[in-house]
């Protein structure tokens, strides 16, 4: 049976305590403190761990200090550990815009000063990476992987929000190595972008970030209708038949999923339940996975394809 991988990921953000007002201006998404911040990731991995999939954390620098055993604990027990910036939450406030604003002398700056905290933190380097509002522009993959990042899920394809240096229209769907000329393209480097999924089939002027794009997986997401949004990505993907079609969610750390009758509990419920139903009506099996293997997978498949080459 053709199999479908599923990644379940959380932008981990400071609590509001971390954050200034400006900061919290820029985006206001975020949990009050670090109890209210455990508490929603905890049960965010305990609920998708029940349904069989694990979890990727991307977290801001000051969240890997907070929570350094939390997130250390939840590795042991299978979930994969990103890095996550919005500029304007680092400590300092130094610095006023989103990640594709910069230049690449700056966004090095800015990520490798946040890489360094979030090290120091965990005891482990960095490799995996996720911008705020998916900001991005055509130096932001190049940067990454001079700083010895391996892979990430930085894109939201179809996404037009420049308010927040977010421009993702006619990006690639589906994981690819990146291209460090050009970021919606397909490319050739060693560093692997995993989108998030889109629903190509809901076009929306007033997204969840009220950004001009598609419906998709973010589970907070109140106006989404999130079966419909699983039940398009599946059979898109099965119809496409691409070798490395996969089913990618988004949420935030100041989400209760502790409660069963929390919105965002019952949209992850609804998520959850649909990916099953809509994988069995096509014939395709739901697996877990994270964006270090699916990086890594990719990888190695695309080296055998080129070996392969070679010798035809
Ligand atoms: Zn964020």
Redesign the pocket.
Known sequence: MQELSVMFTM?C?PAKIDVTAYGSMM?A??PDDYQESERSIRAYVATVKQAGFSTTL?A?PEVAAAHSQLLLELQDEGACLGL???PY?LKGGRYQHDLGAYSSPAQRQILREASDVWEEALGQKATYF????FSANDFTFGVLKELGFKGGSLSIPGRILPEHCSVWAGADPYPHRAHLGFRQLRGDSDFIEIPVSMDFERPTNRGAANEQGYEWLYIPAERYEHPEIVRHIVQRVHAEAHPHGVIVTDT?NDQDYSQGDHPARVNLDLTLRSIERCCAEVGVRPVGATVARLCDRLRLEQKHEGTMGLGG
Do not use: N
């Not at 996720?130 to 509002?133: F, K, L, N, P, S």
């Open positions: 932008d953000e985006s998404s975020g991307f801001h996550h910036v919005h939450k996720r911008a705020g509002y935030h």
